[in-house]
Every structure is written in structure tokens, then in C-alpha cells.
């Protein structure tokens, strides 16, 4: 197979990495030259191209689309067109304008689509998904989901103020940036609904985009969730706790434990020794492998990338 990279900042050179760690050498590269990150050394053989016609003429099978999210779309849908297999960074975009372009090139170029919304292979939230969606928890009721995470420590080799996540041109914003439990709280629970956001900018980062956010979500009211995001938090927390009539769970992402009960039964579950955050990026990538080659369904589709868009959307316009 091959790949094209549309994006060489810190998450195209982790895809690259892992496609090359998982055995694949038949690689082009997609550079505009407006990257804050250089193109790391031992990636000096590959092939570059800084024309996205030129690129999708040497016939890639899958792109990786992992430029900034304001322009995921401008490489997204001619290489949908064009027949390829899409893996693309999350959130599929950052408005909603060309959203039914997208879907319409997809229809018609026939190729499969995963939006990368990797935490859905973390050990520990796969785990919560089985015992939730069978029933463990009973009916479920309730969900709080918070991650606080200082923005300057994100990307230490950088200025922080020059990353996408902290421009707005570029569709940076912490409740883009950190859509991740849009996701995972509708894969878990299903369609969820904005009822009121508080979306703000405190200004103590000098950044234009929103940095402190709480949502409040619901489903047929019998069941809510309250969404905590910030740029500010240090140390980091990323959590999620999860409740129904029967028992109740709670993740800790950083510190790698899910503990809790189900049914009276005490859940105490730590990740396996050696597990690395790069952990769910491999198997992001293994799997996508296998979609591209038919072998499985996206695990994150297009439609689950647009309900997570669309939560953004709502929030933006039910603000209080």
C-alpha cells in the first residue's frame, strides 16, 4: 500500500513513526513548508511533495490527513474524490461549512474513513465501553468527564502561541482540541445533546481561542453528563466517571486506573506494565491498516466524527 501525509507537525510525525514501526516503507510526504516543526532527520529519504494534485497523482491507497484542523477538509475531500482511504485527525473540522462535500466525495470515491479519536483504543475505556453497553452499570444515568491540561506544557520545544491549539485561524480552541470526550461519552452512552455551555476565554495564556469550557449534555432526559475542558490545569487530570442504577466507574487516564463496582462486584483495573500513551496511536494505526484492506469497519466513522463536530456546534450556540 501507500500512504500519503497531508501534515508533518507532532501528530503526522507520530503517524509516520508508527506506519514505518508497523512495517510500512511506501510513503509520501505532503509539506507546505508553514510548519512550526521540522521534519525530524530520520525521515530524510522519503519522498515530498508541496503540491496536493502532485501528491494524489502518485495514486496513495490511504491518506493521513494531519494538517491543521482548519484545513483538514481542503486535503480530506479531493482525496476522497480521488478514491482513497482517509484516516483524519480529529475533529473532522472546525466549522461546519463543507461538511456535505466531505460525505458526498466519501459516497462517491468509495473509500473508507477513521477519524482519529484514539482513546477508543485505550485498554481501560474499551473496558468501560464492554461492561456499560452490556448492562453493568444498570440504566445509565449520569457521566462526568473533565481534562484540565496546562497548554504551555503541551509542546515544550515550541512556543505554545504558534500551535494550532491556541489559534483560532488554524481551528485551535480547547473544545476542539480536547473533543476526545465528545467521542468517547457518545460511544459509550449514544446520541447526546448540548443543553447549555459556558465557553470562555480567560485570557491569562494570550491566546484568541477558548480556553476554559464546561458543556452540559443529555439524552431524552434520563441521562446528563458535565463536560470539563481547560488550557490551565497543572498537574494535568483527565478523568471520567461513568453511573447507572446499578454501580458506578471511574477512569483515571494519566494514572491508568479504572476502579468502581458492578452489580457488587469491585472493579480495581490498572493498564498493563510498560503501556505508553503511544500505545493507542499503534493500534489506531493497526486497525486502520486493516480498514484500508478491507478487513475491518472503521472503529471511528465518519458519522460518529460528525455527531462529535456537531456537539461542538451545539455548544457554541447554546452558550449561557
Known sequence: MRFLIAGLGSIGQRHLRNLIALGERDIVLLRTGRGALPL?????????????????????????????????????????????????????SHTADGLEALTDAVSGGGGEVLIGYQYRFHPLLARMHEVARAGGLGTLRWAIAHWGHHLPDW???????TGYAAR??????????????????????GPLTCSQSRIQV???????????????LQRDNTFTAAVHLDYYQRPAEHWL??????????????KGRLVGA????????????????????LDEMRHFLRVAKGLEAPA???NDGLASLRLVLSARANQV
Open 202 to 216: 480567560l485570557g491569562g495564556l494570550a491566546v484568541d481561542v477558548d480556553d476554559y469550557v464546561d458543556l452540559w
Open 241 to 254: 466517571a461513568l453511573g447507572g442504577d446499578s454501580g458506578s466507574l471511574r477512569l483515571d487516564f494519566i
Open 300 to 302: 471511528c466513522n465518519l
Open 155 to 161: 509542546h515544550p520545544w515550541e512556543d505554545y502561541r
Open 168 to 189: 483560532r485561524d488554524l481551528g485551535g480552541g480547547v473544545l476542539l482540541t480536547l473533543s476526545h470526550p465528545l467521542d468517547y461519552l457518545q460511544w459509550i452512552v
Open 262 to 281: 458492578t452489580h457488587d462486584i469491585d472493579v480495581d483495573m490498572g493498564v498493563a506494565p510498560g503501556f505508553d500513551r503511544n500505545d493507542m496511536y
Open 40 to 92: 525530524s532527520d530520520e525521515f530524510s529519504g522519503l519522498t515530498v511533495e508541496t503540491d496536493l494534485a502532485r501528491a494524489l497523482k502518485r495514486g496513495p491507497d490511504a491518506v493521513l490527513v494531519a494538517n491543521p484542523t482548519a484545513f483538514h477538509l481542503d486535503i480530506a475531500i479531493p482525496a476522497a474524490r480521488a478514491g482513497c482511504h482517509l484516516l483524519i485527525e480529529k475533529p473532522v
